[in-house]
T-cell receptor, first 114, second 112 residues
Framework: NAGVTQTPKFQVLKTGQSMTLQCAQD?????MSWYRQDPGMGLRLIHY???????DQGEVPNGYNVSRSTTEDFPLRLLSAAPSQTSVYFC?????????????FGPGTRLLVL | SQQGEEDPQALSIQEGENATMNCSYK?????LQWYRQNSGRGLVHLIL?????REKHSGRLRVTLDTSKKSSSLLITASRAADTASYFC????????????FGTGTSLTVIP
């Protein structure tokens, strides 16, 4: 199994541009989520999904959209990039939404917005 | 924010020593997990402790949980240079459904 994969690894955007960060998992996990990691802030939840067709907001959703058309894929869209969105983005998945499920993380996408 | 806080922010020890890091959180939880992140990589799950448990062991890891103080500690015994990484606690609050909240992390350096 490839686990959780993310593309691209690194991206530079100009303010106002849009882009999609890709996330895919091949473990048939129902629960998927997106986090951003900033220095000194730990990881903060952006959006999550408990299954295909179901998404919800996390702690810091503004400026981001998600959709979940398949179990495998959970893309994150930046509608109009801002310098404040410069961060490292991690996608994670887990088998179900039961308590105590281990989350499996992708390698991350480093985004720089100029 | 429901984010937890880890203490200390950074820790430097000699190989063979024990490393202890602490996590404090704000609300009632279902469980607490510890994750490890090597530089430039994603997070890897280490250990989980449920709210009705007080202590758990896994190899060289020992985790304690004190729900009355809303705190947890992670002890790594007989540390190795390969343990150098950042360590994060993650809580699943009882009142937020399917959301996890990560702490700010402890950066551990083990000197050979």
């Amino acid at each position: 199994n490839a686990g959780v994969t993310q593309t691209p690894k690194f991206q530079v955007l100009k303010t106002g541009q849009s882009m999609t960060l890709q996330c895919a998992q091949d473990m048939n996990h129902e629960y998927m989520s997106w986090y951003r990691q900033d220095p000194g802030m730990g990881l903060r939840l952006i959006h999550y999904s408990v299954g295909a067709g179901i998404t919800d907001q996390g702690e810091v959703p503004n400026g981001y959209n998600v959709s979940r058309s398949t179990t495998e894929d959970f893309p994150l869209r930046l509608l109009s990039a801002a310098p404040s969105q410069t961060s490292v983005y991690f996608c994670a998945s887990s088998y179900s939404l039961g308590t105590g499920e281990t989350q499996y993380f992708g390698p991350g996408t480093r985004l720089l917005v100029l | 924010s429901q984010q937890g806080e880890e203490d200390p922010q950074a820790l430097s020890i000699q190989e063979g020593e024990n490393a202890t890091m602490n996590c404090s959180y704000k609300t009632s939880i279902n469980n607490l997990q510890w994750y490890r992140q090597n530089s430039g990589r994603g997070l890897v799950h280490l250990i989980l402790i449920r709210s009705n448990e007080r202590e758990k062991h896994s190899g060289r890891l020992r985790v304690t949980l004190d729900t009355s103080k809303k705190s947890s500690s992670l002890l790594i015994t007989a540390s190795r240079a390969a343990d150098t990484a950042s360590y994060f606690c993650a809580t699943e609050p009882t009142n937020t459904g399917n959301q996890f909240y990560f702490g700010t992390g402890t950066s551990l350096t083990v000197i050979p």
